[in-house]
């Protein structure tokens, strides 16, 4: 096992270092103390007797451990974990994890994490543990407010099993283990703009009631910039439009965020915890855009376009449980929640022909949306290391928009400015059964089901979509005999992803510069939810308190996979390009993650204080019915690699580190007429913490070092011509100073 450590990190790091060169449910804790019961001196004619040792510890297992004692595969990171390197949103955090992947340009975050390097959409995003309300941003989501993510590859009973790639859940502040009123101050600045946070956080007990008081408040403006080349060939080689399209922008956003959290213990040991979530966000954005044509076969709608518009929402969600223990280690648990908000997103935008007012459009959209869920689980213990728990969820949600959509004062579809309303029921039951077979072997069994009914209505127009799916779960964990810190894991999971409301029908989107590569968009009440079987394999070798040397892989088979085909065709505004999502057939993805993270003092005797973490992970899909080459799930990457070093100074309070984030550029053949092109995405982020004493530190950091532009595109192969769209979008390093003090 000795040599194997270090072929397993070279393994997890190669990939990664050539290619850049080229081109947790329980809170972290402190290792438990051990201490022998001494002895008192024994007789002569009397042996003493042989006390046992004795391990005390008042903390709970680190995340680690959680890790490796989980049947089914799971992530844990921590507070340490997130206070690491300053972030400022979490997906700063999540970029870095094993198999995750992000949208956007490089130190934004935008389009959401991606596990198994499928789209945004095959993810399930749960806040507590249920699905946040529509609107929800997890970008605005300060890391302050965070206590734990926990990242599950393979879904579970207990959870929707809407988690193809996999489930991350976002756990909010906790109370249980607060001692100390915190005040966090940071600031970063990029391209000249700044980025405020202020965070606080005070626990109190009194008698049986405990509270945790979290809240945070943030502003951030940033500036954009890119370049968009458009060439239109005809079939015959000539050029067909010439264009380049540069647009710029700038916007501030100001967002306060408030999650207390309050528990109280009654006397026949029952808990009830109640933990309201608010989040307000408000904010203005300003941009220009100016075409410059060379060829076209006709003059482009303007030449230079000016937007302004105004954006705000404001959502609450209360999260509760009452938790009831009952004879023979039974327990109830019942969980309830509700909420609602309210969005609106108001857009100008006004068009000049040279110094010549050409055209005028006003969209405006209103959102308003509420919520309810119960659900419950009862577990009992069948033994010793074996425990079955049952339980259901019932969810409903309503919503209620507007969209209108002016040109000119004119309106671009017939129900603009028409109420859309729309209802989703959601009810589920599961069973799961855990047994701790034998000291070797754990297995998890579960099944769940899950229907989900929609009514959209518009205009007199109703549609209902009604789905139900049966997911059985199976998970298993062997530890090698002999081996403790060794073990192999194994699922076999059914999962599945229901159609959103928006893909189901929805007032259509109207693009300003209608094109192949800039459609209208509109939905499709027929789609059917995407079914997939699911394989995972995968082993682990612990090292240490905190290390861990794994190797996994992944198979997904998904049938009435959708996906967004582009077409032209007649609408009320005459022959526009128009986006629309059908159900195309199967598809299969297939992957390997690596993943290397240790202390290196666990490894070598007198080493430096060096924390050390790498992953690499390896991509494959295909979609029947596409022709190849890239016939790939749609958004998903070949590869993706992180490294990261930590190094703690033994003679200074000085922590310094610094990670890579590495994602190779790819094409996707997206249907027979299309192709998309993604530039390559490479992140260097470095920080330093200086500790003045326990409770006061201050952390300076630098993320998205050496910016280059992202690059995307995209192919369009059309009657008689191709369309072909380039964008280089500007990327600026940030530069944050972050102070933390606890009183």
């Known amino acids: 096992m000795k040599k194997l450590i270090p072929l397993a990190c070279v ?276 941009a220009s855009s100016d075409i410059a044509q060379a060829v076209g076969i006709e003059a482009p709608e303007y030449t230079h376009l000016e937007t302004s518009g105004e954006n705000s929402s404001t959502f609450g969600r209360g999260f509760g449980n009452w938790l009831h223990k009952m004879d023979k280690g039974a327990k109830l648990d019942v969980k309830f929640g509700f909420g609602g908000g309210r969005a609106s997103n108001e857009n100008r935008r006004v068009g000049y022909d040279g110094a010549v007012l050409a055209n005028r459009w006003l969209d405006d959209f209103q959102l308003r949306q509420r919520g309810l869920n119960l659900g419950g689980k009862y577990t009992s213990p069948m033994g010793e290391g074996h425990l079955l728990a049952a339980g259901w969820d019932i969810e409903s949600q309503a919503r209620k928009e507007v969209r209108i959509s002016l040109r000119n004062d004119v309106p671009q579809f017939g129900d603009s400015g028409r109420q859309l309303s729309a209802d989703t029921h959601r009810v589920a039951a599961f069973v799961q059964d855990e047994w701790d077979v034998s000291k070797q072997f754990s297995t998890y069994l579960g099944l769940r089901w899950e229907g989900i009914r929609t009514n959209s209505a518009t205009a007199g127009y109703e549609v209902r979509n009604e789905t139900s799916v049966w997911s059985p779960v199976l998970h298993g964990v062997w530890r090698i005999p002999g081996k403790e810190k060794d073990q192999i894991r194994a699922s076999l999971t059914r999962s599945y992803k229901a159609p959103g409301i928006n893909d189901l029908i929805a007032a259509p989107f109207i693009s300003t510069r209608n094109s192949a590569t800039s459609p209208d968009s509109v939905g499709n009440p027929d789609l059917k939810p995407e079914l997939a079987t699911g394989i995972d394999l995968a082993y682990e070798h612990y090292i240490g308190r905190g290390g861990i040397i794994s190797a996994s892989a992944f198979v997904r088979k998904i049938d009435d996979l959708t996906r967004r085909v582009i077409v032209e065709r007649e609408t009320e505004r005459g022959l526009r390009w128009v986006s629309m999502p059908i159900n195309i057939g199967s598809a299969t993805s297939r992957g390997i993650e690596l993943e290397a993270k240790f202390q290196l003092p666990d490894l070598v005797k007198g080493a430096p204080n060096i924390d050390f973490r790498s992953n690499y992970s390896h991509f494959w899909s295909s979609v029947d019915g596409i022709p190849g080459p890239d016939n790939r799930l749609a958004e998903q990457p070949s590869q993706t690699g992180n490294i990261g070093v930590d190094y703690r100074l033994k003679k200074l309070p000085l922590t310094l580190g610094g990670s890579i984030n590495w994602t190779p550029a790819y094409d996707i053949r997206v249907s027979e007429t299309q192709i998309s092109n993604v530039g390559i995405r490479r992140q260097f982020d470095l920080y330093g913490l200086w500790k003045f004493d326990p409770r006061t530190q201050l952390r300076i950091s630098a993320n998205n070092i050496g910016a280059s532009d992202y690059e995307t595109g995209r192919t369009v192969f059309a009657p008689g011509y191709t369309h072909m769209s380039d964008t280089d979008s500007r990327t600026y390093t940030t530069v944050g100073v972050r102070f933390e003090t606890k009183f």
């Open 11 to 286: 393994a997890a790091l190669y990939p990664v270092t050539h290619a850049y060169a080229a081109g947790q449910t329980e809170p972290q804790t402190i290792p438990p103390a051990t201490t022998t019961t001494a002895q008192a001196p024994a007789p002569a004619a009397k042996p003493a007797p042989v006390l046992p040792q004795v391990t005390v510890s008042g903390t709970r297992s680190n995340e680690n451990e959680q890790r490796q004692l989980s049947t089914a595969a799971k992530l844990i990171i921590g507070r340490e974990e997130l206070d690491r390197n300053g972030d400022t949103s979490i997906n700063e955090v999540l970029k870095r994890l094993p198999g995750v992947t992000m949208g956007g340009a490089p130190g934004r975050g935008g389009g959401g994490p991606r596990m198994r390097g499928m789209s945004g959409a095959y993810t399930q995003m749960l806040v507590n543990g249920e699905r946040p309300p529509p609107g929800f941003s997890l970008e605005s989501l300060p890391p302050d407010q965070v206590e734990r993510i926990e990242v599950m590859r393979g879904p579970v009973a207990e959870h929707s099993t809407q988690a193809i790639a996999g489930t991350i859940n976002i756990v909010l502040r906790e109370g249980y283990r607060q001692k100390d009123r915190t005040i966090a101050v940071s600031d970063s600045i990029e391209h000249g703009k700044h980025a405020g946070n202020v965070s606080i956080t005070i626990p109190g007990q009194k008698g049986d009631l405990t509270w945790l008081l979290s809240g945070s408040l943030n502003s951030n403006a940033r500036a954009d910039q890119s370049v968009t080349h458009i060439e239109e060939v005809n079939a015959d080689g000539s050029l067909r439009t010439l264009q380049d399209i540069k647009d710029q922008g700038r916007s501030r956003n100001r967002s306060l965020h408030l999650s207390p959290r309050l528990s109280y213990k009654f006397d026949n040991g029952d808990t009830l915890t109640f933990q309201p979530f608010v989040m307000m966000n408000r904010g203005t954005s300003a």
